[in-house]
């Protein structure tokens, strides 16, 4: 049989009923011609009834070793030239696909496509509108939605796929060595929808703030240590500018779990130090709020 024009990698770890949204809106494109490949990353949950929903979908069932090793299995196992990566939370508009694909095929050059997307909290929607995002701007603070992407298969096994030992920051590793090889192309469309819940990875990046912040600027340093020995003068400034903005993403983090630990009765000095020191004067107004809230709840002047 032809291969696909797109494989949609998804990987699904116990998704409860989150898994029927995604697939339904891979069915739904506009794009016919693809093959799903649900990763199943060895939780409790039954998924043997994707196989059932539409010929095109695949389940491949492994022993639980992470989403990074899921979307590595995924794509070693892809049939297209293009992938496609859904996460199991996520949807995206009919014409995701069809879009992507036709600016992947008018550049050559290209390895990897985003589109613009939109946060769907509970009570509210937020869009991420599609800017030009390049190499030097993700070492600093842009940032790409995964569930947008398409990428060359050739060329996601060319830069080493995910790292399976990142826990936190493998989608923003593989983007970095992704736009160091070729700038990134968008569509300037929103065409995916990102569910902001409870069970996200986004969520645990506040409560591991830490590993967040370890894995990120680890991440930095290394094409920091790059852009040097290349003498890359953007590379390291714009590294740079990224170790010093990590701050400024986790500071608040930290505030946030010392919010949490006052509520629970157990204030912890370590996430308030921590806050103090990546972000002082966030940290000082947000406790100087906090005073002020206390004694008008008091009464007290």
């Known amino acids: 049989m032809p291969s696909p024009s797109v494989s949609v990698v998804l990987p699904a770890y116990n998704p409860g009923s989150l898994l029927h949204r995604s697939i339904d809106s891979v069915r739904a494109q506009s794009l016919t011609d693809w093959e799903l490949l649900v990763i199943d990353d060895g939780g409790a949950d039954d998924l043997s009834w994707v196989e059932m929903l539409d010929p095109r979908v695949r389940r491949v069932r492994q022993q639980n070793r992470g989403v990074s090793t899921a979307r590595n299995v995924g794509v070693s196992l892809a049939a297209a030239r293009f992938v496609a990566f859904l996460d199991q939370d996520d949807e995206w508009l009919p014409e995701k696909l069809e879009a992507q694909v036709e600016v992947m095929e008018e550049d050559d050059g290209a390895t990897l496509c985003y589109t613009g997307f939109e946060w769907v909290h509970p009570d509210r929607v937020v869009p991420h509108d599609p800017t030009p995002v390049t190499y030097h701007g993700l070492l600093h603070d842009q940032t790409i939605c995964l569930s947008s992407t398409m990428a060359r298969r050739d060329t996601y096994w060319a830069v080493g796929g995910h790292d399976p030992l990142m826990a936190l920051m493998q989608d923003y590793d593989w983007f970095l060595r992704m736009a160091r090889l070729a700038e990134p192309v968008s569509v300037e469309r929103i065409l995916c929808r990102y569910h902001v819940h409870g069970g996200n990875t986004s969520d645990t990046w506040t409560t591991d703030y830490r590993r ?44 946030d779990q010392f919010r949490g630990s006052v509520r629970a009765r157990r204030p912890s000095a370590r996430h308030l130090a921590e806050s103090l020191r990546m972000v002082p004067g966030y940290t000082l107004a947000a406790m100087a709020r906090r005073a002020r809230n206390a004694i008008g709840r008091d009464g007290s002047p």
């Open 212 to 255: 967040g912040m370890a894995e990120r600027n680890a991440t930095l340093r290394a094409h920091l240590r790059v852009g040097q020995r290349l003498g890359e003068t953007g590379t390291v400034e714009a590294a740079r500018a990224g170790i010093r903005w990590t701050s400024h993403i986790y500071g608040p983090m930290a505030y």
